[in-house]
């Protein structure tokens, strides 16, 4: 997808339907307001203004419109919804979009909290390939392998803090001892320091990250199924109103605390998928995230208007 096009949609619809001025755009998209001048010019040039926008990037808009104000987000980012897509084709697209949103935002000297999970693990590939200047990621977890560079990627330009520890560890005593830690102490208060934290939500599908490693196995998760259990952030599992539950691992979880993940500033999900659906509106109700980056079949199902003649 081209980010520019939707920096121009969003600028437009700002300024022409939504009747923010220059000065609150750049606000809203993170630019400057000079930027936001030649944004406008550019949209009015190049047709992509003209009376109305174009039907489909009206309609995105219109859907993270609502998903905002159902959810009480500080903002949302919709992209198409390629058809035929594989779970894995999906995830790549939220990683891409979330990589450029976030670059579009970040501070050169900016943390970036990351967590657990395919689309997150991509997101990063992603953002360490685009940046000028290394990037600094603090993990949320333990489980390090999901954090590091895709072995195709040729550039990397990332400076990764990990947790040195699985994700599950065999006992509580041992996740007691790894959490005491020197290092382990000193990366769990960097992430108070982070300006974006960006988690995964995950389903409980066969294509769940969690199972595709082996972290968990498919008793596992036949068991928190029957809890009740929707999805998961950071392997902590939460019922479809976004309430924890209290799984048989959870005291050997080398993870951030939801409660912790809840009160940090700009925490973004990225997910996608009728799979993901239940997990991503528990996740939503309970206010787990300020910012969602999903798709647009998704976001019409988590707004209620599954047509696009009611969008």
């Given at each position: 997808?081209?980010?520019?096009?939707?920096?121009?949609?969003r600028?437009?619809w700002?300024?022409?339907m939504?009747?923010k001025?220059?000065?609150?755009?750049?606000?809203l998209?993170?630019?400057?307001r000079?930027?936001?001048?030649?944004?406008?010019?550019?949209?009015?040039?190049?047709g992509?203004?003209?009376?109305?926008?174009?039907?489909?990037?009206?309609?995105?808009?219109?859907?993270?419109?609502?998903?905002?104000e159902?959810?009480?987000?500080?903002?949302?980012?919709?992209?198409?919804?390629?058809?035929?897509?594989?779970?894995?084709?999906?995830?790549?697209a939220?990683?891409?979009?979330?990589?450029m949103?976030?670059?579009?935002?970040?501070?050169?000297?900016?943390?970036?909290?990351i967590?657990?999970?395919?689309?997150?693990?991509?997101?990063l590939?992603?953002?360490?390939?685009?940046?000028?200047?290394?990037?600094?990621?603090i993990?949320?977890t333990?489980?390090?392998?999901?954090?590091?560079?895709?072995?195709?990627?040729?550039?990397?330009?990332?400076?990764?803090?990990?947790?040195?520890?699985?994700?599950?560890?065999?006992?509580?005593?041992?996740?007691?001892?790894?959490?005491?830690?020197p290092?382990?102490?000193?990366?769990?208060q960097?992430?108070?320091?982070?300006?974006?934290?960006?988690?995964?939500?995950?389903?409980?599908?066969?294509?769940?990250?969690i199972?595709k490693?082996g972290?968990?196995?498919?008793?596992?998760?036949w068991?928190?199924?029957?809890?009740g259990?929707?999805?998961?952030?950071?392997?902590?599992?939460?019922?479809?109103?976004?309430?924890?539950?209290?799984?048989?691992?959870?005291?050997r979880?080398?993870?951030?605390?939801?409660?912790r993940?809840r009160?940090?500033?700009?925490?973004?999900?990225?997910a996608?998928?009728?799979?993901k659906?239940a997990?991503?509106?528990?996740?939503?109700?309970?206010?787990?995230i300020?910012?969602?980056?999903?798709?647009e079949?998704?976001g019409?199902?988590?707004?209620g208007?599954?047509?696009?003649?009611?969008?």
């Amino acid at each position: 997808m081209d980010f520019e096009e939707e920096l121009l949609t969003r600028a437009a619809w700002y300024y022409f339907m939504g009747k923010k001025t220059q000065q609150e755009i750049s606000v809203l998209l993170g630019v400057s307001r000079m930027r936001v001048i030649r944004l406008l010019e550019k949209a009015s040039a190049t047709g992509l203004v003209q009376f109305k926008l174009r039907e489909n990037s009206a309609r995105r808009m219109s859907i993270e419109k609502r998903l905002i104000e159902r959810y009480g987000l500080k903002d949302a980012f919709v992209i198409p919804t390629a058809p035929d897509m594989a779970a894995g084709g999906v995830n790549d697209a939220i990683a891409e979009a979330a990589a450029m949103y976030i670059a579009n935002r970040m501070r050169p000297d900016a943390f970036i909290n990351i967590g657990y999970g395919d689309t997150t693990g991509k997101t990063l590939n992603n953002l360490a390939k685009i940046a000028e200047k290394p990037i600094s990621c603090i993990s949320l977890t333990g489980g390090v392998s999901i954090y590091l560079p895709n072995a195709r990627s040729n550039v990397f330009n990332a400076r990764l803090f990990l947790i040195p520890a699985p994700l599950i560890v065999s006992s509580k005593e041992t996740m007691y001892a790894v959490m005491n830690e020197p290092q382990v102490k000193d990366i769990f208060q960097m992430i108070g320091m982070a300006s974006f934290t960006i988690v995964g939500i995950g389903g409980m599908n066969d294509e769940a990250t969690i199972l595709k490693t082996g972290v968990l196995s498919l008793n596992d998760f036949w068991q928190l199924k029957m809890q009740g259990a929707v999805g998961d952030i950071l392997c902590h599992y939460f019922d479809k109103d976004g309430n924890t539950l209290a799984t048989p691992f959870e005291d050997r979880l080398i993870s951030t605390p939801l409660s912790r993940i809840r009160a940090l500033p700009n925490v973004i999900g990225v997910a996608a998928g009728m799979e993901k659906l239940a997990a991503i509106r528990g996740c939503l109700s309970y206010g787990y995230i300020s910012t969602l980056i999903t798709n647009e079949d998704t976001g019409k199902r988590l707004v209620g208007t599954e047509n696009d003649e009611e969008v």
